[in-house]
Nanobody, 118 residues
Framework: QVQLVESGGGLVQAGGSLRLSCSAS????????MGWYRQAPGKQRELVAL???????NYADSVKGRFTISSDIVKNTVYLQMNSLKPEDTAVYYC????????????WGRGTQVTVSS
């Protein structure tokens, strides 16, 4: 069983910074990528950023230049450094782990709330 545990969410003023962490534990097979998604009230879950096993990164246009994703493969941990936060970044942020073990298996964390006040 694979578990993802997120931490680092909270309340911050606009222009501030937060750093999210997600640690994966359990029987983890080949990792394709780890990433962060977010879901604001009344909206669909959307990709924020992802990082592949080869350290290739991909960002949503809305966070480019403000957010940075990084990972520690040894620790099976992924981070999201969020700078210059805006009220529209307010959402529940979910960690995502995409793996391969003969079939593609995707895991999700429970989410961590990020609230940016204006």
């Amino acid at each position: 069983q694979v578990q993802l545990v997120e931490s680092g969410g909270g309340l911050v003023q606009a222009g501030g910074s937060l750093r999210l962490s997600c640690s994966a534990s359990g029987s983890i097979s080949s990792i394709n990528y780890m990433g962060w998604y977010r879901q604001a009230p009344g909206k669909q879950r959307e990709l924020v950023a992802l990082i592949t096993k080869n350290d290739t990164t991909n960002y949503a246009d809305s966070v480019k230049g403000r957010f940075t994703i990084s990972s520690d493969i040894v620790k099976n941990t992924v981070y999201l450094q969020m700078n210059s936060l805006k009220p529209e970044d307010t959402a529940v942020y979910y960690c995502n782990l995409d793996t391969w073990r003969g079939v593609r298996i995707i895991y999700w964390g429970r989410g961590t709330q990020v609230t940016v006040s204006s």
